[in-house]
């Protein structure tokens, strides 16, 4: 099976979830760090809808610009959601993992155990 992280190694979530998903017998891992390497606007889309969560569910509040830049307010559309998080990758939360039984925000880790 094939595994997709987009992981920043500062996180510790980020990090148990790699090495969840690096010790799984069968799963060839690939490793984006989505800080240096951010998914474009199209990738995210894709990851939230098949996560079955909205963008606003996918933004990263703490540690990051998103309340200055009015994506906690209400009135904060998925469209812009998205648009700045394709700008400022730190507004992704984290880790987000794709295989081919589905996507997972990994919040807590053992949430990837639900797709591999």
């Known amino acids: 099976m094939k595994a997709t992280i987009w992981h920043n190694p500062k996180c510790g979530t980020s990090r148990k979830t790699l090495a969840l998903l690096e010790e799984a017998p069968g799963v060839d891992v690939t490793v984006v760090e989505y800080l240096k390497h951010p998914p474009s606007r199209a990738k995210l889309e894709q990851l939230y809808r098949d996560a079955g969560i909205s963008p606003r569910e996918g933004l990263r509040t703490r540690g990051s610009p998103a309340e ?3 994506l ?5 559309t998925a469209e812009k ?3 700045a998080m394709a700008t400022e990758p ?6 987000l993992v794709e295989t081919d039984k589905g996507v997972r925000l990994c919040r807590p ?4 155990q639900e797709i591999i």
Request: charged share 40%; hydrophobic share 40%.
């Open 68 to 70: 200055e830049l009015g």
């Open 72 to 76: 906690t307010d209400d009135s904060a």
């Open 81 to 83: 959601i998205l648009d």
């Open 90 to 95: 730190i507004l992704i939360e984290r880790p």
């Open 109 to 112: 880790q053992d949430r990837v």
